[in-house]
C-alpha cells in the first residue's frame, strides 16, 4: 500500500511540475512562411508525450512525439492572411495569438544593417511617424556571442509601429515596406546583425577551421571589445537558434570589417552564402549591398575596401540566387553609416521582387560588367542591364586603363549607345579597365533607370593590397 501510494504521488508530482516550452521566435504576433512547411518545435520536462499542433487556419491536427524531452512537427501554411492562433497541446495548453502568414527574411550583417531610425537616418521623423503597418512583424534577435551552437535566442516579435520601427533596422524595414506594399501580403523579418563583426564570425566555426587559407585570413581580424572577431561566436547565438524556422531568404550588408584580409572575401562570403543554405536546407535567395565608398585611410588610392567591393561582385557574378544592390552613389566618405537607407532597403526589396516572386518589367540592377573588346588604343566595354546608360556631370569619372605592363592611368571614357569606350594618351596598347576600383571612388555612370554601376575590373592580375 505504502509503494502504492508513493508511485501515485511521483507520477502526480511529475505532472504538476512538467512544462511545455518553445524556442523565442515561436510567439505572439510572428509570421509564419506561406504555402510552405513550417516546423513547429520545443521541449517538454515530461518523459514520454504526446504533443498536438493546431493552426486555426485550417483546425487540423498534427501530432509530435516527444523524445528525449525534444518534439517538433511540420506545420503545413496556407497563403497569406491572418490574424491566427497557433495552439500547442499536452500536459498543458500554449496558444500564441495574432499569428500573420506572409513572407519571412532574416537581415543580417554589421554595423550598417544594425543602423536604425534613431542612430541616424534621412528624413527620419516623417519615416518614424508613418512606420505604422500592422501587417510588417519585427523580431530582434540580441547582440550575443557563444563558442557552442545555441538552440535558442531572447527576443519576441512585435507589429511595425512609430514605437517599434525607431529601433529596428532601417534597411530591414524599408525592404519589408517594400515587400509588402508591392505584394500585399504580411512580412515577417529577422534582424540579427552586430556592428564591427567580420564575415568569418557568421560562418560556423568548423567551415572556417578547415580551410587553412580562412584560417589564417581569420587571424588577421584585429580583436576589438566591442564586437566579436573570432569563426563562429555570432553564428552560434544569433543564426544557428533560427535554423529550424522557415525563411524565405536573407539579406545582408557587410563586409567594411573585412578590409584587413579582404583577399579572402572572395572564398569566404560565398562560403557564407553555401553554409547558410546548407544550414537552412533550401537554396534561400541572398540579396546584399555593396559596401560603399569610404574615406578610411586618407590614402586616395588604398583598394582594401574596392577588393570587397570586387569580392562582392564576384559572388553575385558566381554564385546563383545572389543579387546585389549597389550604394556607390549613396554614401558618404566622411560617415561610415550613410543615412540614405530608404535607397538600400528598395533596392534590395527589387531584387526580390524580380528574382524570388516574379515581379515582370521591374528594373532592379544597375550595369554590371559584361565583355570587353580592344579596338586600336581604345577598350569597348559593354554591360548586362545598361538599358540607356547616362552619367551624372558632364563626363564619366573613375576609369582607369593599363597596357601589359599593368600601370593602370587614369582615363577618358565616353557612352557610345549601351556600350563605354575608354581610352588615354598614356596607353598607346591597353589591355585592361579598372573602374571606381579605389576605397573611396565616387563613380557616375548610371543606367536609364537610375541604378547605379558597380565597380569592377577586367583583369585577373594579383591585386597587391600592402
Same mark, same amino acid.
Given at each position: 500500500?505504502?509503494?502504492?501510494?508513493?508511485?501515485?504521488?511521483?507520477?502526480?508530482?511529475?505532472?504538476?511540475?512538467?512544462?511545455?516550452?518553445?524556442?523565442?521566435?515561436?510567439?505572439?504576433?510572428?509570421?509564419?512562411?506561406?504555402?510552405?512547411?513550417?516546423?513547429?518545435?520545443?521541449?517538454?520536462?515530461?518523459?514520454?508525450?504526446?504533443?498536438?499542433?493546431?493552426?486555426?487556419?485550417?483546425?487540423?491536427?498534427?501530432?509530435?512525439?516527444?523524445?528525449?524531452?525534444?518534439?517538433?512537427?511540420?506545420?503545413?501554411?496556407?497563403?497569406?492572411?491572418?490574424?491566427?492562433?497557433?495552439?500547442?497541446?499536452?500536459?498543458?495548453?500554449?496558444?500564441?495569438?495574432?499569428?500573420?502568414?506572409?513572407?519571412?527574411?532574416?537581415?543580417?550583417?554589421?554595423?550598417?544593417?544594425?543602423?536604425?531610425?534613431?542612430?541616424?537616418?534621412?528624413?527620419?521623423?516623417?519615416?518614424?511617424?508613418?512606420?505604422?503597418?500592422?501587417?510588417?512583424?519585427?523580431?530582434?534577435?540580441?547582440?550575443?556571442?557563444?563558442?557552442?551552437?545555441?538552440?535558442?535566442?531572447?527576443?519576441?516579435?512585435?507589429?511595425?509601429?512609430?514605437?517599434?520601427?525607431?529601433?529596428?533596422?532601417?534597411?530591414?524595414?524599408?525592404?519589408?515596406?517594400?515587400?509588402?506594399?508591392?505584394?500585399?501580403?504580411?512580412?515577417?523579418?529577422?534582424?540579427?546583425?552586430?556592428?564591427?563583426?567580420?564575415?568569418?564570425?557568421?560562418?560556423?566555426?568548423?567551415?572556417?577551421?578547415?580551410?587553412?587559407?580562412?584560417?589564417?585570413?581569420?587571424?588577421?581580424?584585429?580583436?576589438?571589445?566591442?564586437?566579436?572577431?573570432?569563426?563562429?561566436?555570432?553564428?552560434?547565438?544569433?543564426?544557428?537558434?533560427?535554423?529550424?524556422?522557415?525563411?524565405?531568404?536573407?539579406?545582408?550588408?557587410?563586409?567594411?570589417?573585412?578590409?584587413?584580409?579582404?583577399?579572402?572575401?572572395?572564398?569566404?562570403?560565398?562560403?557564407?552564402?553555401?553554409?547558410?543554405?546548407?544550414?537552412?536546407?533550401?537554396?534561400?535567395?541572398?540579396?546584399?549591398?555593396?559596401?560603399?565608398?569610404?574615406?578610411?585611410?586618407?590614402?586616395?588610392?588604398?583598394?582594401?575596401?574596392?577588393?570587397?567591393?570586387?569580392?562582392?561582385?564576384?559572388?553575385?557574378?558566381?554564385?546563383?540566387?545572389?543579387?546585389?544592390?549597389?550604394?556607390?552613389?549613396?554614401?558618404?566618405?566622411?560617415?561610415?553609416?550613410?543615412?540614405?537607407?530608404?535607397?538600400?532597403?528598395?533596392?534590395?526589396?527589387?531584387? =526580390? *521582387?524580380?528574382?524570388?516572386?516574379?515581379?515582370?518589367?521591374? /528594373?532592379? +540592377?544597375?550595369?554590371?560588367?559584361? #565583355?570587353? !573588346? %580592344?579596338?586600336?588604343?581604345?577598350?569597348?566595354?559593354?554591360?548586362?542591364?545598361?538599358?540607356?546608360?547616362?552619367?551624372?556631370?558632364?563626363?564619366?569619372?573613375?576609369?582607369?586603363?593599363?597596357?601589359?605592363?599593368?600601370?593602370?592611368?587614369?582615363?577618358?571614357?565616353?557612352?557610345?549607345?549601351?556600350?563605354?569606350?575608354?581610352?588615354?594618351?598614356?596607353?598607346?596598347?591597353?589591355?585592361?579597365?579598372?573602374?571606381?576600383?579605389?576605397?573611396? =571612388? *565616387?563613380?557616375?555612370?548610371?543606367?536609364?533607370?537610375?541604378? /547605379?554601376? +558597380?565597380?569592377?575590373?577586367?583583369? #585577373?592580375? !594579383? %591585386?597587391?593590397?600592402?
Amino acid at each position: 500500500m505504502k509503494k502504492l501510494f508513493f508511485l501515485i504521488f511521483f507520477v502526480l508530482a511529475n505532472t504538476s511540475f512538467a512544462k511545455i516550452w518553445t524556442p523565442t521566435i515561436l510567439s505572439d504576433n510572428m509570421v509564419l512562411q506561406q504555402q510552405s512547411e513550417a516546423m513547429i518545435w520545443g521541449w517538454t520536462t515530461a518523459t514520454s508525450e504526446t504533443i498536438t499542433i493546431i493552426g486555426s487556419w485550417n483546425n487540423i491536427e498534427v501530432t509530435a512525439m516527444a523524445h528525449q524531452g525534444v518534439w517538433s512537427a511540420y506545420l503545413p501554411t496556407p497563403v497569406a492572411g491572418g490574424p491566427y492562433t497557433l495552439t500547442i497541446k499536452g500536459h498543458e495548453e500554449i496558444t500564441f495569438s495574432n499569428v500573420m502568414i506572409g513572407e519571412v527574411w532574416i537581415a543580417s550583417g554589421q554595423s550598417n544593417m544594425q543602423w536604425t531610425p534613431n542612430m541616424g537616418l534621412d528624413n527620419a521623423q516623417e519615416e518614424i511617424i508613418n512606420a505604422s503597418y500592422s501587417d510588417i512583424r519585427f523580431f530582434q534577435v540580441p547582440q550575443r556571442k557563444s563558442f557552442t551552437p545555441q538552440d535558442d535566442t531572447p527576443g519576441e516579435w512585435f507589429s511595425c509601429s512609430p514605437e517599434t520601427m525607431q529601433n529596428f533596422s532601417s534597411v530591414a524595414y524599408f525592404f519589408g515596406r517594400k515587400l509588402h506594399k508591392d505584394l500585399s501580403v504580411p512580412i515577417g523579418l529577422i534582424s540579427s546583425n552586430w556592428g564591427g563583426t567580420p564575415v568569418e564570425v557568421w560562418i560556423p566555426e568548423e567551415a572556417i577551421t578547415e580551410d587553412n587559407e580562412l584560417k589564417e585570413a581569420a587571424k588577421q581580424i584585429s580583436e576589438y571589445e566591442w564586437w566579436p572577431h573570432l569563426p563562429g561566436t555570432t553564428y552560434n547565438s544569433m543564426i544557428h537558434p533560427l535554423l529550424k524556422f522557415n525563411i524565405a531568404g536573407a539579406i545582408w550588408y557587410q563586409g567594411e570589417s573585412n578590409r584587413a584580409n579582404s583577399k579572402s572575401y572572395y572564398k569566404s562570403f560565398p562560403l557564407l552564402i553555401e553554409s547558410w543554405r546548407n544550414l537552412w536546407k533550401k537554396d534561400i535567395p541572398f540579396y546584399f549591398a555593396q559596401i560603399a565608398p569610404f574615406d578610411y585611410e586618407k590614402d586616395t588610392k588604398d583598394i582594401k575596401a574596392a577588393v570587397v567591393r570586387d569580392a562582392q561582385l564576384y559572388t553575385m557574378l558566381n554564385v546563383p540566387n545572389t543579387g546585389m544592390a549597389v550604394t556607390n552613389d549613396i554614401g558618404n566618405l566622411k560617415n561610415i553609416h550613410p543615412t540614405n537607407k530608404q535607397e538600400v532597403g528598395k533596392r534590395l526589396a527589387l531584387w =526580390a *521582387l524580380a528574382k524570388t516572386y516574379g515581379v515582370k518589367d521591374i /528594373p532592379y +540592377s544597375g550595369p554590371v560588367y559584361k #565583355d570587353m !573588346e %580592344i579596338k586600336k588604343n581604345k577598350i569597348i566595354l559593354t554591360f548586362d542591364h545598361a538599358d540607356g546608360l547616362k552619367m551624372e556631370g558632364k563626363e564619366l569619372k573613375e576609369f582607369y586603363i593599363a597596357g601589359t605592363d599593368k600601370q593602370f592611368y587614369e582615363a577618358k571614357a565616353r557612352i557610345k549607345g549601351n556600350t563605354v569606350q575608354v581610352f588615354s594618351t598614356n596607353v598607346k596598347k591597353p589591355v585592361a579597365v579598372r573602374f571606381a576600383f579605389y576605397d573611396k =571612388a *565616387l563613380p557616375n555612370l548610371f543606367n536609364g533607370e537610375g541604378l /547605379p554601376a +558597380s565597380a569592377f575590373r577586367t583583369d #585577373d592580375w !594579383e %591585386i597587391n593590397i600592402d
